[in-house]
C-alpha cells in the first residue's frame, strides 16, 4: 500500500517536472497576448503642481542708489501645454533667481520668465536648460473658461512633505476688481470657503473638474472669502504671447462719476434718459482722449451694450458688471470700441482703436518691478524723477504723509502734461558737502530749470548740468522756495568722486 502510493507519488512529480516548462511556455505566450490596459493620468496637486523658488532684491526709492537686502519667497504654479509653469507675476516681482521644483521628489531647476503681466499678475516660467526633463512626469492642465456664479470649485495646495490638500469653495459672483497693482481692475471671481494655511500658500491654483480655473488672489481669513484671478483673463495673457509680440491689455484712459444724482442728470440733460455715467477726466494721449472722448461728456453705451447709472452693464456670461470689463477683459490692444456718448445734450458716436499706456509713458511711474529708479547725483545734492513707488515709502497713508507739493504733483498732472514734461525732476534730499552748505534742509522740491534748460526728465538735468556758466556756476531753479541755488561746477565734481565714503555706490542712473 505504502509503496504503491511512493511510486505513484514519484511519477506523478517527474510528469509534472517533465512537462512544467511546456506549460509555463504556453501561460507566457497566454500572457503576451493579453492586451494591456492603459492607465489615464488624470491632472492632480501632486501630478500638476509645481513649487516655485524665487530670491527677490527690491529697489530702494530713497536711496535710490541701493537695492534691499535679498529675500526669499516660495509659491505654487500649475504645469500648462507647452511644458510651461504659469503662476502669480507677484511672486517673482524683481526676482534675480528662480527655480522650479517636483512637489514630490524634490527635483530641482534654473528657470527663467518667458511672459509678464503685473497688471493682470500673471507670469509665465520655463526651464532655463531646454534639455531638462523633470517637468516630462507632470500632467498639464488645461483651462476651464466656463465658470460662472454659483459653480463649485476646488483650491489645490501641496505641503512640504508633498501631501495634496484639495479646499472647496463656491462662486458667489463675478466682478470686476482690483489686482496687484493699484489702479489695475479686471475681472474676478469672489468664492467662499474656509481656507487653511499650508505650505506654499502664497499662489494657488483653482480647479473646475480638474481643469484650471484661475489662481488665488487674496483671502479673508475673517470673512472666508477669496478673490480668484480667472482663467479668461489667464486665456488673453497666453493668447497674447504667442506671437512674440506681447501687447497687454488695452486701457480707456478715463475717470468717471456715476449719475445717480438728479441735479446731475439735469445739468449733463440727460434726465429724459436712462444710465449713463459722467466723464470727470481724460488722458490726453490715451484710448479715449485719442478717440475724441472729452470731460463733461455723458456715455450711454460701450459696443451695443447699454451702460447703467451706476457704471454697469448686463453681461450675457456673468450678469451685471462694470463696463470696464467690455474693454479690458473682451477686448485686446487695436481693436476698435464703439462708443455712444451725450454731449451737451446732442448724441454722438464715436469709435477707435484702443491703446496700453505703458507705466513708463506716465508722467508719474504708476509702478515700478525690474528696475530701479532713475536719479543723479551732483555734489551731494540728490535728484529724481518722481514716481508712484517712492511716494509709497511714506507708508499705506502717503497721501497724507507723504510731501504735500509731491503728492499732489501725482493727482494732478495735467499742468506738467501740458507744459511738455515727460517726467517731474525733483531734488530729494541733500547730503551734506562743502558743496551744500546751507542747503542740508532743501529736499521734496520739483525743478523747473538748470542753467536756462527746462527739465521735462532726469536726460534733461544731465545734459543742463554739462553747461555751467560763466563763473563755473550751476544754477538750478525751483517750483517753490527757494526758487533758485547755485552749485559750485568743480567742486560738485571733485566731491562727487568722494561719495563713495558715504557709501554711495552709484552716482546716477538715467535709464
Known amino acids: 500500500m505504502h509503496k504503491y502510493s511512493l511510486t505513484y507519488l514519484l511519477t506523478s512529480l517527474l510528469l509534472v517536472t517533465h512537462f512544467s516548462p511546456i506549460l509555463h511556455a504556453k501561460d507566457d505566450k497566454a500572457a503576451k497576448k493579453t492586451p494591456k490596459i492603459a492607465v489615464e493620468i488624470v491632472p492632480s496637486p501632486s501630478s500638476s503642481l509645481v513649487r516655485i523658488n524665487a530670491t527677490l532684491q527690491r529697489y530702494n526709492f530713497i536711496r535710490p542708489w541701493e537695492k ?10 500649475a504645469f500648462i501645454t507647452g511644458k510651461r509653469v504659469l503662476t502669480t507675476a507677484e511672486l517673482v516681482e524683481n526676482s534675480t533667481y528662480i527655480e522650479l521644483e517636483l512637489t514630490g521628489t524634490g527635483e530641482k531647476t534654473p528657470a527663467k520668465i518667458v511672459g509678464l503681466d503685473y497688471e493682470a499678475n500673471l507670469a509665465l516660467l520655463e526651464p532655463i536648460d531646454a ?3 523633470i517637468l516630462d512626469k507632470l500632467v498639464p492642465l488645461k483651462l476651464d473658461d466656463t465658470v460662472v456664479a454659483g459653480d463649485n470649485l476646488e483650491i489645490w495646495q501641496v505641503e512640504d512633505n508633498g501631501n495634496s490638500v484639495t479646499t472647496d469653495v463656491k462662486v458667489l459672483r463675478v466682478a470686476v476688481g482690483n489686482y496687484f497693482i493699484p489702479g489695475s481692475q479686471l475681472l474676478t471671481y469672489q ?3 474656509s481656507l487653511q494655511y499650508h505650505a506654499n500658500s502664497f499662489t494657488l491654483p483653482v480647479v473646475k473638474d480638474g481643469n484650471l480655473a484661475g489662481l488665488l488672489l487674496s483671502y479673508s481669513s475673517k470673512e472666508q472669502t477669496s478673490n480668484l484671478l480667472p482663467s479668461s483673463i489667464i486665456k488673453h495673457f497666453l ?11 488695452p486701457n480707456l484712459g478715463l475717470g468717471y462719476a456715476q449719475t445717480l444724482d438728479e441735479q446731475l442728470r439735469k445739468f449733463t440733460q440727460i434726465s429724459d434718459k436712462k444710465g449713463g455715467v459722467f466723464v470727470r477726466r481724460v488722458i490726453d494721449d490715451s484710448s479715449a482722449g485719442k478717440g475724441g472722448v472729452k470731460e463733461g461728456d455723458i456715455i450711454m453705451s460701450i459696443n451695443g451694450h447699454n451702460i447703467d447709472s451706476r457704471g454697469n452693464y448686463i453681461d450675457e456670461k456673468y450678469g451685471k458688471i462694470n463696463f470696464s470689463h467690455l474693454v479690458r477683459g473682451s477686448s485686446n490692444v ?4 464703439k462708443m455712444h456718448i451725450i454731449r451737451d445734450g446732442k448724441a454722438i458716436d464715436l469709435e477707435f482703436a484702443l491703446l496700453r499706456k505703458k507705466p513708463s509713458d506716465y508722467l508719474v511711474d504708476p509702478y515700478m518691478f525690474d528696475r530701479g529708479p532713475r536719479f543723479m547725483i551732483l555734489g551731494g545734492l540728490i535728484f529724481q524723477e518722481l514716481t508712484l513707488p517712492y511716494l509709497k515709502f511714506w507708508g499705506d497713508k502717503w497721501p497724507t504723509r507723504g510731501p504735500l507739493n509731491l503728492v499732489h504733483a501725482q493727482a494732478n498732472p495735467e499742468p506738467y502734461e501740458k507744459e511738455g514734461r515727460k517726467k517731474i525732476v525733483f531734488l530729494s534730499q541733500v547730503v551734506k558737502t562743502p558743496a551744500t552748505i546751507g542747503y542740508e534742509g532743501f529736499g521734496s522740491i520739483i525743478i523747473t530749470q538748470v542753467n536756462g534748460q527746462k527739465i521735462n526728465a532726469i536726460g ?8 555751467p556758466n560763466a563763473q563755473g556756476l550751476h544754477k538750478i531753479e525751483f517750483e517753490d522756495h527757494p526758487k533758485v541755488i547755485y552749485l559750485d561746477a568743480r567742486m560738485a565734481l571733485a566731491i562727487n ?5 558715504y557709501g554711495i555706490s552709484q552716482l546716477q542712473n538715467l535709464k
Open 68 to 77: 534691499g537686502a535679498p529675500t526669499p519667497r516660495r509659491g505654487l504654479g
Open 131 to 133: 534639455k531638462s526633463k
Open 191 to 193: 468664492v467662499k470657503g
Open 239 to 249: 493668447d497674447d504671447l504667442k506671437d512674440g509680440d506681447y501687447k497687454g491689455f
Open 334 to 337: 487695436g481693436d476698435k470700441v
Open 460 to 467: 534733461d538735468l544731465a545734459e543742463a548740468f554739462k553747461k
Open 497 to 501: 568722486q568722494q561719495l563713495s565714503k
